[in-house]
Each structure stands twice: as C-alpha cells, then as structure tokens.
C-alpha cells in the first residue's frame, strides 16, 4: 500500500512550482514504497495533428528523453492501448522491444528492463501517457501495478485540472480574439502560424536556453495570445490602409499594456496567478515588442532583460508578418523573410541563436506558410498588387 491517503498525493501534485517540479516530489514518495522506479513520465497527445509529446519526466536513472514527438497512428501498440483504455506492461525490454525507432532505441540504450504504461484520458478524450520504468526485470507485478494506478488516477485528475484551467483562459482570450479576428485582417490562420514556427524555434533551441518540454508546450500554446491587446485599439487605427501617424503609431504600440491588463484579469478571474506557466503568458504579452538592443516598446528592455519566450514569439511575429500577404504589401519569401531577421540579428535587435534556429528549418517553416493560408478577400488581395 502507499503511504499516503488520495487526498494527500493529489495536494502534493497540485502545489506550488513547475509541474515538473511536482512530479519529482511525488516520485520521491513513490520511492518510499516502491523503491525501484527509476523513472516517472508524462507524454501529451495534441489531437489536431495526432502528435503525442514529451512533457513531462521525473528521472533518476538513465537519461531523459525531451523533444520527442511522433503521430499516434505510427505507434501501433500505443495506439491501441488508447483506444482501449488498456495498460502495458514490458517484463524484459531487451527481449520484448524492437530497435529501429528513435523511441525505441532510446529506451534500449536506458539501464530499464521492465515498463508500465497507462493511458490518461479527460472528459472521455485521450489525453496522454503515464509511463513508469525500472532497472529491475519483471518490477511491475500486480501488486506495484495496483500502488501505481492509484497515483496514475491522481495524476491524471491533477493534469486533467490544470490543463482544463489553462484551455479556460485560452477559450476565455479566443472570445475576444475572434472579435479582433473580425477586425484586424492581421490574425486569423496568422495565430496558427504563430504557434507553429514558436514551437519550432523554441524545440531547436531548447539545449541552448535550458527549456524544458513543459515550457516549451506553453510557449506554443500561448504565442497566439501575443496581441490580444488589439481588441482595445479604435477601428480607425487597427484597420488603417496607409502608414500610420506617430500619434496612431503611440495609440497603436498601447495593445501591450492593454493586453497585460487582460492577461491579469483573466489569469486572476481563474486564480492561476501561482503557476509558472501564467508567467510566460505574461511574459509573451508584455514583452513581444522587445528588442534587445533596447529599442523596442514598451519598457525598452534590453538583453537578459528580454525573457526567453519573448526572444521566440517576436522572431515568429516578425518572420510571420514578413511572408504574409497584406493589403498593403505582397508577401516575401522565406529566404528573403531570413535575411531580414539576420539583418536585425546582426544589428543587436534579435536573438541570433532564435534566428539561426528557424533558418535551420526552411522545409518546416515554408510548409507552414502554405499550410496555414489566411483567407483574403479579392478586395485585399488587389490592394497588395
């Protein structure tokens, strides 16, 4: 039997810090009765692109594996373990795991001999993976499997409400972003975009900046949000053909402070205000106008000053705008939308490294630009002619 009552382990991984965080406290009390689990791990299933993820890993053996992704379709016995809502349990990986895929062959080079895997579902939809693994062979008998599932079932009810609380901000900024959809021929297909070449970036450059898979989820699911602000911007202004004046240019630069107002309204009215992942929606909003060389608006902050998600989200904004059609402009092209972002890295303004890391990925970023196309009316489309 484990040590604690239910309600003890779910208060443990409902606390404070990164979740992360949380999942190496609660493995520290798994070891207490079970002392040969070596690793503890969480993998997201994104259903749009049928990709499941690595999120999340409390690891004490073996070394991690993070930025993994692949399709569930293409892991056949994942796959069925989440349609049926089954559980998996390997009794000797060298015998019973085949080489050939990078999962694969990550797992046989691990110390691991024996695995367990449970699937985590949320409001009837598959939600993702608990994996736990161990060095000793044949660990996972129906005893340890029976302690497991109780902090399977706990842990899947913590995620379940996180990730629920984190989707409500996100529906509650999408009402006021269809609002601003109808008015500002900026967003749209644009915020998709946004969210792609963000978590491309931030992928590539996760060694360099120490991200974790954890931030590097919210990074892509908070980029759309960068200027939700716009809905506080008069229509004369917002949807302006030609240049604007300085003075509409002023009224215009004030969507960041409007949309950190927003931001802490709607992050206070689902009282988020201690998990770190509302930080880096902060941080997204208030700071994607940023350069380093301190030039951007609004606070002119300067490189470290500059957090990290911000570095990523303004590099996406920038290339985004670049190679998107407007009225006022045709769309260049991704070699062309590369140069510029070299240019303004070269010149002190954005992270190279960031820069570097969507250049070393062309076919990706080119097939975004025409997968996720903005819908233009004939009108528009004449104007950028």
């Known amino acids: 039997m484990t040590s604690l009552a239910p309600s003890q382990i779910l208060q443990l991984f409902q606390g404070e810090g990164s979740v992360n965080q949380r999942l190496a406290a609660l493995h520290d009390r798994?070891?207490?009765?079970?002392?040969?689990?070596?690793?503890?791990?969480?993998?997201?299933?994104?259903?749009?692109?049928d990709l499941l993820k690595t999120f999340i890993n409390s690891t004490r053996e073996g070394q991690a594996i993070s930025g993994y992704e692949a399709r569930l379709n293409d892991c056949g016995d994942l796959k069925v373990l989440a349609k049926n809502a089954s559980c998996r349990v390997i009794d000797d990986i060298p015998?019973?795991?085949?080489?050939g895929h990078q999962h694969s062959d990550w797992l046989l080079s691990q110390p691991y001999r024996s695995s367990f895997t449970v699937p985590m579902y949320d409001n009837g939809g598959f939600l993702g993976f608990i994996?736990?693994?161990?060095?000793?062979?044949?660990?996972?008998?129906?005893r340890v499997q029976r302690d497991l599932l109780l902090y399977c079932n706990l842990i899947n009810m913590a995620l379940s409400a996180e990730l629920s609380a984190v989707r409500a901000v996100l529906v509650s900024a999408q009402v006021a972003r269809e609002f601003v959809d109808l008015r500002d021929f900026e967003t749209g297909a644009h915020l998709e975009r946004m969210a792609?070449?963000?978590?491309?970036?931030?992928?590539?450059?996760?060694?360099?900046y120490q991200l974790t898979d954890e931030t590097i989820e919210h990074?892509?699911?908070?980029?759309?949000?960068?200027?939700?602000?716009?809905?506080?911007?008069?229509?004369?202004i917002l949807l302006k053909q030609g240049p604007l004046t300085a003075a509409e240019r002023a009224?215009?630069?004030?969507?960041?402070?409007k949309g950190e107002q927003l931001m802490h309204k709607v992050i206070g009215d689902f009282g988020l205000h201690h998990l770190p992942d509302s930080q880096v929606m902060h941080n997204i909003v208030a700071c994607h106008?940023?350069?380093?060389?301190?030039?951007?608006?609004?606070?002119?902050?300067?490189?470290?000053?500059?957090?990290?998600?911000?570095?990523?989200?303004t590099v996406a904004d920038i290339f985004d705008a670049l190679t998107?059609?407007?009225p006022y402009k045709k769309p260049w092209s991704v070699e062309a939308a590369l140069q510029e972002l070299r240019r303004m890295a070269g010149v002190g303004q954005l992270d190279a490294v960031c820069v570097e890391a969507l250049a070393g990925q062309v076919a990706a970023a080119q097939w975004i630009v025409q997968h996720y196309v903005d819908v233009i009316t004939p009108a528009e489309a004449a104007a950028s002619t």
């Open 131 to 142: 994996f736990f693994d161990s060095a000793q062979p044949g660990y996972f008998d129906a």
């Open 324 to 326: 998107s059609l407007r």
């Open 95 to 99: 015998l019973q795991v085949q080489p």
């Open 219 to 236: 990074i892509y699911l908070f980029a759309p949000l960068h200027d939700i602000g716009k809905i506080g911007i008069p229509d004369q």
């Open 289 to 313: 106008h940023e350069f380093l060389d301190g030039s951007g608006y609004p606070r002119g902050l300067r490189g470290n000053e500059v957090p990290i998600e911000a570095h990523i989200v």
């Open 196 to 208: 792609q070449y963000a978590r491309l970036i931030a992928k590539a450059v996760a060694a360099e």
């Open 251 to 257: 009224v215009m630069q004030t969507h960041v402070e």
């Open 30 to 49: 798994v070891l207490q009765t079970m002392p040969a689990i070596s690793r503890i791990a969480c993998a997201l299933y994104e259903q749009p692109n």
